[in-house]
């Protein structure tokens, strides 16, 4: 979590971009946004829940069983990662600004992350689905605890006035990343075979049953890996600017960053518009971070796509689509203000979301072609990436001048929360459908699409109790975290009549 002390750390004379170094300084530290990408795609959006799936199906010999299992398997792995992170990443965050260089921490929690990715290729000789489960577990609490260090670099390998500039920079070439992951898997299907993951399958005979393959997904984790590692390497030699002020013991940084985060708490608690907008945003986020982490049995099982080839067909669409999209959408969030630019969003997902629900569809009053299957994330990309555009413009416009990295650091920690609590929602939605209303495994993952979609409204309605302020804040005027703006040391919002 950013800290108000980091911009005392940081020396404001020395001019970074100056250096001749300058350039390949930036293009190291956008090299990791791209390797760690890849770790992000290919195990947490592509293989990890069909993994589960198939050794659970190995075991069980149910498709619904096996579908139902993982989900819950899933969920309770990635709720255990996210209250970790909740309460590390605040004081991870503080340390990390405690350091001459963060460098070489963020690479000792990486190359752990990469260690325990490439060893996930023991999936292919166990079937003991806890180890794959914990080695899950720790690859993807330090893949988020580098991130943590990733974020806090920016601000000293550029100067303040370049800092979007090359945030944006690294997002755009992050994504390439995702397209690396989606290459190696269409590059190892011609070796391994594709991986299958389908209840209703139609084998060549006419027969229908389940299909559960696991094809090339053990022999994509070390390759991706590997790549991980080839493009965080750089990272090894950036440099950061100069710090102005003393290193502090680490019983120091625990003591202020839990009195940070206390004091934080308490204007939150006394700030309206605040509080109603980390309530509506964890809802409104947990929907969205839950469609992007359940993507593949959404495409799979849902759908009715067993393959997974169709699964990297969609994922890349949908990047493509974000990287298209997204910056025309933060035009619109700059011009007309986060609220507005909320139900933009919400209208994206909601549209995407339905386009999804009515793909594949064969009922006895409707029936709906395959090729939705690609028009879905050709709608969701700008919503995907104008989601996280729209969370930092509403933090920025809510949060006092001097604590906009508190503000943010709490609301990372609202958002640990909310993805913890997503993959249990989506399990119980699949398991209630399936279980309790006798729908099939197809049909209950299907309407859970819905569910999200249902939930993401209720988020939204929500935040439309938060004051639209961004006419105010254009002009110049500043939260005062008290639900009052102000401007020249006069009060504009609310107005004084």
């Not at 990662?81 to 909740?86: K, Q, R």
Request: glycine share 8%.
């Amino acid at each position: 979590m950013a800290t108000a002390e980091t911009t005392e750390k940081i020396n404001t004379t020395y001019r970074i971009s100056e250096e001749p170094w300058y350039s390949r300084n930036v293009k190291k530290w956008v090299s990791y946004d791209l390797g760690n990408t890849i770790f992000s795609m290919v195990v947490v959006s592509l293989t990890i829940t069909p993994l589960i799936y198939i050794m659970y199906f190995d075991k069980l010999g149910n498709g619904e069983d096996a579908i139902n299992s993982g989900n819950f398997a899933i969920a309770v792995t990635l709720f255990i990662g996210n209250v970790l992170m909740a309460f590390t990443s605040p004081f991870l965050g503080a340390y990390s600004d405690n350091l001459k260089q963060r460098n070489g921490l963020l690479m000792k929690l990486s190359i752990v992350c990469i260690l325990l990715m490439a060893s996930l290729v023991i999936s292919a000789y166990t079937s003991n689905i806890i180890i794959i489960l914990i080695i899950f577990l720790f690859a993807n609490l330090f893949y988020q605890m580098g991130l943590v260090v990733y974020d806090a670099t920016l601000p000293f390998i550029t100067d303040a006035e370049r800092l979007s500039k090359v945030s944006g920079y690294g997002v755009a070439v992050g994504y390439f990343g995702s397209f690396i992951g989606i290459a190696i898997g269409f590059a190892l299907i011609p070796f391994y075979g594709d991986f299958f993951a389908d209840d209703t399958f139609e084998f060549d005979d006419g027969s229908i049953g389940p299909r559960f393959e696991i094809g090339y997904i053990p022999y994509v984790f070390p390759i991706a890996a590997f790549m991980f590692l080839l493009f965080a390497l750089p990272m090894f030699t950036l440099k950061e600017k100069p710090r102005t002020t003393p290193p502090k013991s680490k019983d120091t940084i625990r003591a202020e960053v839990v009195e940070q985060v206390k004091t934080t708490s308490r204007e939150v608690y006394n700030y309206r518009s605040m509080k109603w907008f980390l309530l509506g945003w964890l809802i409104f986020v947990d929907a969205a971070n839950t469609v992007i982490t359940f993507m593949t049995p959404m495409v799979q099982i849902g759908l009715g796509f067993g393959e997974g080839s169709t699964v990297l067909i969609v994922l890349g669409i949908g990047i493509a689509s974000a990287v298209a999209f997204t910056y025309p959408v933060g035009i619109y969030v700059d011009k007309n203000g986060p609220k507005k630019g909320l139900t933009l969003i919400t209208i994206i997902w909601i549209s995407a979301l339905i386009v999804a629900l009515f793909t594949n569809l064969s009922t006895e009053v409707l029936s709906t072609p395959e090729w939705f299957v690609y028009i879905f994330p050709i709608i969701l990309g700008p919503g995907l990436g104008g989601t996280w555009v729209v969370q930092r413009a509403f933090v920025t416009e809510l949060a006092p001048p001097d604590k906009v990295g508190n503000y943010f650091g709490f609301s990372n920690i609202f958002g640990r929360i909310s993805a913890a609590f997503g993959p249990f929602l989506w399990f119980a939605s699949v398991y209630i459908f399936n279980k309790v209303v006798d729908y099939s495994i197809e049909t209950s993952t299907r309407i859970s699409i819905g569910v999200l979609g249902i939930l993401m409204l209720i988020g939204y309605v929500i935040l439309q109790k938060v004051v639209d302020v961004h006419e105010y804040y254009v002009d110049g005027a500043k939260a005062t975290g008290h639900d009052t703006w102000e401007k020249d040391g006069k009060q504009v919002y609310p107005k004084i009549e």
